[in-house]
């Protein structure tokens, strides 16, 4: 597991239950596009549409600027939690997100955009979620959310983490302790934030 930066203000605020995290790069108030500056993501497509399209990729502030957005993380495709519990949080509370206004309901993971299509497809959630892939983990890396999982034989991977974006500014970020709970970065969580 990384080793986290931890201040002694900010572990006392924590106990006192007045942050979550206080080390990722993006937080609540912060621009998600600043402070990712020059990342692109992949949506998810297939091979042939990869190559149709020149492998293009998404600028983040096609995805953000001018929209209410859902996004959240998770450690991998295919893994337990993240396909058992995660994605069917959003995929199955898709319309009263969309009674809330939000444009878009976004999954992304450390995975390459072939990977994310074909685990969207198995789910059934390609119609209710955008995945995008982030191949390299520089959206991750960027935001300080991503860890190394490389003990569970996963390599460098995401947190589980959610957020509410408004033009790009985050009004809810939150973040698991660790990848393998699922106590806060819920479908259902997130929607009473709203």
């Not at 239950?17 to 993006?26: D, E, Q, Y």
């Not at 973040?175 to 009473?192: D, H, N």
Request: proline fraction near 3%; include cysteine; charged fraction near 20%.
């Amino acid at each position: 597991m990384a080793l986290m930066r931890v201040n002694r203000p900010a572990a006392a605020a924590v106990a006192h239950g007045l942050l979550r995290r206080t080390f990722a790069s993006v937080a609540v108030g912060g621009d998600i596009v600043s402070a990712a500056e020059g990342v692109s993501l992949q949506k998810a497509r297939t091979w042939d549409e990869g190559v149709s399209s020149n492998f293009s990729t998404t600028p983040l502030r096609d995805i953000f600027k001018g929209k209410k957005v859902v996004i959240f993380g998770l450690p991998g495709a295919y893994t337990g939690v993240c396909s058992n519990s995660h994605v069917p949080s959003y995929k199955n509370n898709i319309d009263k997100f969309k009674a809330k206004g939000i444009d878009s309901v976004i999954c992304v993971s450390v995975n390459d955009p072939y990977v994310m299509n074909g685990w969207a497809e198995k789910l059934e959630a390609k119609e209710a979620i955008e995945f995008y892939g982030d191949f390299d983990g520089s959206f991750h890396k960027s935001l300080e959310l991503g860890m190394d999982l490389s003990g569970a034989l996963l390599g460098h991977r995401s947190q589980r983490w959610s957020a509410f974006v408004v033009d790009g500014e985050v009004k809810v970020l939150n973040i698991e302790k660790v990848p393998s709970e699922f106590k806060v970065s819920g479908g259902e969580v997130i929607l009473g934030q709203i």
